[in-house]
């Protein structure tokens, strides 16, 4: 199939592109004036980099927030990789032939709860072959200089204990990715506790000054500063045993994992949004 098939892209400002996969998994490719960034690959669904390649003639470099199959898949259509160490094991497998099917598996399941038509239509070669892959490491504080913008790393441990942000600081604006949003899956099996993961989002509450525009990997794709600050809240209300602690269990089989509990009471099983209004909500373990 095309690329357009599981594709599409907008620019969001001068310099930065959104690009919305096969599963509307979100990517973002900021180009400076050498070099542009490929924030996440997608769901391995379509060629992320020969996409990539026709919207920028610049040399890539590829960074993940988190290993997460929605995030990383893409990753083995290229050859350099930056990852964070502690989620890099997630994906340090041999890929033989019962691990490449469990991936595609995964892929079209992923890729079903947007869009099952195209799930349905997958076939081996609209997807990418894993093979057992080294990353480049990826740490905190680690700054891509790509010609008049500068990304700046920060480690946010919580939804998998390698997770990143990135911060773009000549265009004041932070890729969230799956740390902080409006629904935080913190019940995986590589999920840090909730104490950790508040943690974390204290020490980027101390760089909040340096952003002022925050982009998420799924909708609703942008987010107030202020989620930021409805996270931690929630944090604290989990720690403090004051949680509406809702029974939550995942629609798709994921091995090693148990259901969790939404923190906050939400409109719908469908419907991820808080009933109160408010935004920001966590589904942790016990």
Request: aromatic share 10%; with cysteine.
């Amino acid at each position: 199939m095309e690329l357009n098939y599981f594709f599409s892209s907008e620019l969001i400002e001068n310099g930065i592109i959104r690009i919305t996969g096969a599963g509307n998994e979100l990517m973002y490719l900021i180009a400076g004036s050498k070099m542009a960034a490929l924030i996440d690959t997608g769901t391995g669904a379509g060629n992320i980099r020969e996409y990539a390649e026709s919207l920028t003639k610049l040399p890539i470099v590829v960074i993940l927030t988190h290993a997460h199959i929605d995030h990383s898949a893409g990753a083995f259509y290229f050859d350099d990789v930056y990852l964070n160490e502690r989620d890099a094991k997630l994906l340090d497998l041999e890929f033989k032939e019962e691990e490449c099917k469990l991936m595609h598996q995964g892929i079209k399941d992923f890729v079903a709860g947007a869009n099952e038509e195209l799930a349905m239509h997958l076939n081996e070669t609209d997807m990418v072959r894993p093979y057992h892959k080294n990353f480049l490491p990826l740490s905190e504080g680690d700054k891509f200089d790509l010609g008049g913008l500068t990304l700046e790393i920060l480690e946010c441990p919580g939804h998998t204990a390698g997770s990143v942000m990135v911060l773009i600081k000549e265009k004041r604006a932070i890729i969230f990715g799956d740390s902080c949003n409006p629904f935080v899956w913190l019940f995986l099996p590589e999920s840090t506790g909730v104490a950790e993961y508040k943690d974390s989002l204290l020490r980027i509450k101390a760089r909040e000054t340096e952003y002022d525009k925050v982009y998420l990997s799924h909708a609703p794709k942008d987010a107030a500063r202020e989620i930021l600050d409805e996270v931690i809240h929630v944090c604290d209300l989990i720690l403090d045993s004051q949680s509406d602690e809702i029974p939550y269990s995942i629609p798709f089989f994921v091995p090693g994992m148990n259901d969790g509990y939404i923190a906050k009471k939400v409109k719908s099983e469908n419907n991820n949004l808080r009933e109160d209004g408010k935004i920001g909500n966590i589904v942790y373990k016990k």
